[in-house]
């Protein structure tokens, strides 16, 4: 499970912002953001990096 939707929501940022920013569609983000669908490690390293947040406060529960 990951926290990309809360982290994403807590941040007041879109979805489709962020399909855009990895160049991937929105489907493909709303999957992970949802949990349907898990990153790789490199791209959650992207995630994170595009969101200016440290890869940890996007895995796991808070």
Do not use: H
């Amino acid at each position: 499970m990951n926290r990309i939707k809360q982290v994403l929501e807590e941040k007041g940022i879109k979805q489709t912002w962020l399909a855009e920013k990895l160049g991937k569609s929105f489907s493909m983000v709303n999957a992970y953001a949802c949990n349907r669908r898990q990153p790789n490690l490199e791209l959650l390293f992207e995630i994170a990096k595009i969101l200016q947040v440290d890869p940890k406060e996007l895995i796991g529960n808070k």
